[in-house]
């Protein structure tokens, strides 16, 4: 079954430390993005990649970095900057041929606590 | 500022009633117009897409309208069921390969 996978699902770390959500896609999607949502608030975007190799900061980007080595990878870094990583942090993909015509699809999510 | 309103944030029905969700935008021109469903703690799942210049989308039990003039979207579920209990998410997109923009959602709570 095609479909995205986060892990861990859940995740707990020490203020200060780095930490690295994995994102993984095999419906060969050019494009992937990554939301937090926080309790009462919709997705907010914070990075999202339509091709390999290029990325581009989404409305909260300040504290979190990604990559995109590979086409079915889309990892994401809360750095020690990040002022309040305790969140829900989702992944999601989408094709880019057919402009916006089509769903995009979610992975369950990682529940990040820092303490 | 653009901004994405879903009318409630929760909403209480009768088992077997037709529940209807409201998505109102502003400062908006969104192409394609999408609702979620998310259950607690999971990602939200697809539910129905409707394009600027359709009117109305239809699946089972789920209908969706889509009024530019308006600049509103409205999301009918039939003869609901406690099943159908969970939040629901309005989301937009421009033209092109831009990410979606989500509203708060609604939570909705169908009771037996």
């Known amino acids: 079954d095609g479909g995205i996978t986060q892990s861990p699902k859940y995740l707990f770390r020490k203020e200060g430390q780095n930490v690295t959500l994995s994102c993984e896609q095999n419906l060969n999607h050019d494009a992937m993005y990554w939301y937090r949502q926080d309790p009462g608030q919709g997705l907010r975007l914070i990075y999202y990649s339509q091709i390999v190799n290029d990325f581009q900061k989404g409305d909260i980007a300040e504290g979190y970095s990604v990559s995109r080595e590979k086409k079915e990878s889309f990892p994401l870094t809360v750095t020690s900057a990040q002022k309040n990583p305790t969140a829900f942090y989702l992944c999601?993909?989408?094709?880019?041929?057919?402009?916006?015509?089509?769903?995009?699809?979610f992975g369950n999510g990682t529940r990040l606590t820092v303490t | 500022s653009q901004k994405i309103e879903q009318n409630s944030e929760a909403l209480n029905i009768q088992e077997g009633k037709t529940a209807t969700l409201t998505c109102n935008y502003t400062n908006y021109s969104p192409a394609y117009l999408q609702w979620y469903r998310q259950d607690p703690g999971r990602g939200p799942v697809f539910l129905l897409l409707?394009?600027?210049?359709?009117k109305e989308k239809r699946k089972e039990r789920l209908k969706v309208t889509f009024d530019t003039t308006l600049k509103q979207s409205l999301f009918h579920i039939t003869a609901s069921q406690p099943a159908d209990s969970a939040t629901y998410l309005c989301a937009l997109r421009n033209s092109g390969n831009t990410p979606l923009v989500f509203g708060k959602g609604t939570r909705l709570s169908v009771i037996a």
């Open positions: 409707i394009r600027e210049n359709e």
């Open positions: 999601a993909s989408s094709r880019t041929t057919g402009g916006g015509n089509s769903p995009d699809h």
